[in-house]
């Protein structure tokens, strides 16, 4: 059991490498069925370790009780001449648990994008980097040493530019792509200073020596390591201010939203603030950035996912949403509560994800303006989403209400300590007021999707692969399994942690959900064919373009880098290039001149050196 999570690891990266090589071997028309017994039975074989090393863990971490001792095993030792890297995978509590959600998840996903991508020709190479993508997030998960766990929180960037970039004949695809590479590595940049400053304080990137020497450390090392680290943390878990390459990543396929969503890496960002809880929790000041990044971001996003009319932004909004709820539970200094939603939040957002792709396929289109009415359609995709908008809002008994209950009385109790007073009181105001506007929303999705006359239009055939034509059934079983399954989770997991609830708190947070979808729903009743949306008056406009954070950063950072860049180019061109140039045209002109003596005519060359001759003899005479 030792090996268990090495080999959990690499069945997934064994399954991208074979399907990178062998999955076109042989006829092209069966290259799509190769590849996805490839994707599938790896990921499976994944999931059955990873659920055994969770059994084995017994769930502790979400118990409360005693916790096991780790189970893993460490594979060498990297001499660097100053902090030894150590090769270590390991299982405990938390990275046990985390490695059930990532692996269900992700076959999940790979049993989805079967039907979904069926008549993609790039299938192969999309299912292979979505097991490289799984491998990448198990290695962050089971990782016991930092390092170690970077290169697989790098290899995940990797993996999400080639996924949301998969339709890249789209320059829109392409440049969403690109934007989110670029703003999580920025992002990384500080994650890894963090990484040397906590490690060469401890004197080693084990981080089970890193939580060892945390009471050793000095104040000043553990603030400067924690905030540089919480620079990786918002990048990968979209988190203001690197939030805005998320809403952008649905030009991706919808299953590989899912993953990104669900389970891999915006996950790895609130993982990895558990993973290194004891270090934030003695940094008192990067806790209130912390607070303050947390509430700014669960509100925000959750007004922005109000006014949007693309189904899929709609639940990219709530997904920064609710990791800023994970964030908040974290700075409020619960790190059980913040794990318990961040596996809730896994189930029935990859479900919504899913659905809303079940729905795309029918529809042949994103927007909700152009769907309605589809709950007798789409029987099974109707229950699947009402599920999950049920767990995204906090009813009981979802999973959700039960997650969502913790994380409000940890940012309850933060008002007593643990946090400065302002911090404290601007988390639990914003937690408050998101659960209603989040039941604005939730309820503005499915009654826009599912409910109203039909709004469907026949749309033209599309090119394979970048679009999906409308369709009077369900989708294939193959689309339906993974959801029907997704749904008991949503439903009925808040039930495995052995809940705790604060009657008074629950009941808040009902009544605050229930206030919000009942506003809407008055006003979607007053006119089914108007936006519920218009509720939100002078502000929809700010809320629908996210309060405007991308046009601050393309004025602020990316014109002038851009200029800069242009200046740039233009001197290489203009000062640089033109002096070699100009250095070419020089030595061709001089070389015109010396052309006019070297022409031939015998005649010229006598008078030359009749010429010379004269001259010299002129000059002797002269000089004597």
């Known amino acids: 059991m030792t090996n268990f999570p090495l080999l959990t690891v690499l069945l997934p990266f064994a399954a991208a490498a074979a399907g990178l090589l062998l999955s076109r071997r042989g006829r092209a028309e069966g290259a799509n069925t190769r590849a996805a017994w490839i994707a599938v039975i790896p990921t499976a074989g994944a999931a059955v370790l990873a659920v055994w090393l969770a059994w084995g863990q017994g769930f502790a971490f979400l118990e409360g009780g005693p916790r096991p001792a780790p189970v893993g095993a460490t594979y060498g030792t990297v001499v660097t001449g100053s902090v030894p890297i150590s090769l270590t995978l390991q299982a405990d509590d938390l990275s046990a648990l985390l490695g059930v959600l990532v692996t269900l998840v992700a076959l999940a996903v790979q049993v989805y994008s079967i039907g979904y991508l069926r008549d993609d020709p790039r299938y192969p190479s999309y299912s292979a980097f979505v097991s490289l993508f799984t491998a990448a997030m198990l290695l962050v998960v089971y990782a016991g040493d930092l390092l170690v766990l970077y290169v697989g929180w790098e290899i995940m960037g990797l993996c999400s530019y080639l996924l949301i970039g998969h339709w890249w004949e789209d320059l829109g695809n392409s440049r969403a792509a690109v934007k989110a590479f670029l703003v999580t590595r920025l992002g990384d940049v500080g994650f890894l200073f963090g990484i040397f400053?906590?490690?060469?304080?401890?004197?080693?990137?084990?981080?089970?020596?890193?939580?060892?020497?945390?009471?050793?450390?000095?104040?000043?090392?553990?603030?400067?390591?924690?905030l540089l680290l919480l620079a990786g943390v918002a990048g990968k878990s979209a988190q203001v201010p690197l939030h805005t390459w998320l809403p952008d990543a649905m030009a991706g396929p919808t299953p590989i939203s899912a993953l990104i969503h669900a389970a891999t890496m915006v996950a790895a960002g609130i993982f990895i603030v558990a993973r290194l809880f004891p270090a934030f929790t003695a940094a008192g000041p990067t806790m209130d950035v912390l607070a303050v990044m947390a509430a700014l971001g669960m509100l925000g996003a959750a007004l922005a996912a109000l006014a949007q009319d693309d189904l899929k932004r709609v639940l990219a909004y709530s997904t920064v949403s609710q990791l800023a709820y994970m964030a908040g539970g974290l700075a409020a200094g619960s790190d059980t509560a913040a794990i318990f939603h961040l596996v809730t939040h896994g189930a029935f957002k990859a479900l919504l994800f899913l659905c809303a792709g079940l729905v795309i396929h029918h529809v042949g289109a994103n927007l909700?303006?152009?769907?309605?009415?589809?709950?007798?359609?789409?029987?099974?995709?109707?229950?699947?989403?009402?599920?999950?908008?049920?767990?995204?809002?906090?009813?009981?008994?979802?999973?959700?209400?039960?997650?969502?209950?913790?994380?409000?009385?940890?940012?309850?109790?933060?008002?007593?300590?643990?946090?400065?007073?302002?911090?404290?009181?601007?988390?639990?105001?914003?937690?408050?007021?998101?659960?209603?506007?989040?039941?604005?929303?939730?309820?503005?999705?499915?009654?826009?999707?599912?409910?109203?006359?039909?709004?469907?239009?026949a749309l033209p055939?599309?090119?394979?692969?970048?679009?999906?034509?409308?369709?009077?059934?369900?989708?294939?079983?193959?689309?339906?399994?993974?959801?029907?399954?997704?749904?008991?989770?949503?439903?009925?997991?808040?039930?495995?942690?052995?809940?705790?609830?604060?009657?008074?708190?629950?009941?808040?947070?009902?009544?605050?959900?229930?206030?919000?979808?009942?506003?809407?729903?008055?006003?979607?009743?007053?006119?089914?064919?108007?936006?519920?949306?218009?509720?939100?008056?002078?502000?929809?406009?700010?809320?629908?373009?996210?309060?405007?954070?991308?046009?601050?950063?393309?004025?602020?950072?990316?014109?002038?880098?851009?200029?800069?860049?242009?200046?740039?180019?233009?001197?290489?061109?203009?000062?640089?290039?033109?002096?070699?140039?100009?250095?070419?045209?020089?030595?061709?002109?001089?070389?015109?001149?010396?052309?006019?003596?070297?022409?031939?005519?015998?005649?010229?060359?006598?008078?030359?050196?009749?010429?010379?001759?004269?001259?010299?003899?002129?000059?002797?005479?002269?000089?004597?």
């Open 461 to 624: 055939e599309p090119e394979p692969g970048t679009a999906h034509v409308i369709d009077t059934r369900e989708g294939p079983r193959t689309m339906l399994v993974p959801v029907a399954l997704l749904s008991v989770p949503a439903l009925l997991l808040g039930f495995a942690a052995e809940p705790h609830l604060d009657l008074p708190v629950a009941a808040v947070s009902v009544a605050l959900a229930l206030l919000g979808a009942g506003v809407v729903y008055v006003a979607w009743r007053a006119d089914p064919l108007a936006d519920p949306a218009r509720l939100l008056g002078v502000l929809r406009v700010p809320c629908e373009r996210a309060f405007y954070v991308d046009g601050l950063y393309s004025a602020v950072v990316v014109r002038p880098v851009l200029a800069l860049a242009r200046g740039v180019l233009r001197t290489d061109d203009v000062v640089v290039d033109g002096a070699v140039r100009g250095s070419g045209r020089a030595a061709r002109g001089l070389s015109g001149l010396l052309r006019l003596a070297q022409n031939g005519n015998v005649q010229l060359y006598l008078s030359g050196l009749l010429a010379g001759v004269l001259l010299i003899a002129v000059g002797a005479v002269v000089l004597a």
């Open 368 to 457: 909700m303006s152009q769907m309605g009415g589809l709950r007798r359609d789409l029987p099974v995709t109707f229950a699947a989403t009402t599920v999950g908008f049920a767990a995204l809002m906090g009813l009981p008994p979802s999973s959700g209400f039960f997650s969502k209950d913790a994380l409000l009385v940890a940012m309850e109790g933060a008002l007593a300590g643990g946090l400065t007073d302002a911090a404290a009181l601007l988390l639990y105001g914003c937690a408050l007021a998101t659960v209603a506007v989040t039941g604005a929303y939730a309820t503005r999705a499915w009654l826009r999707t599912f409910f109203g006359p039909p709004r469907t239009v």
């Open 197 to 226: 400053v906590l490690g060469i304080g401890a004197g080693s990137f084990r981080i089970a020596d890193v939580l060892s020497a945390v009471p050793q450390m000095s104040s000043g090392t553990l603030v400067a390591a924690t």
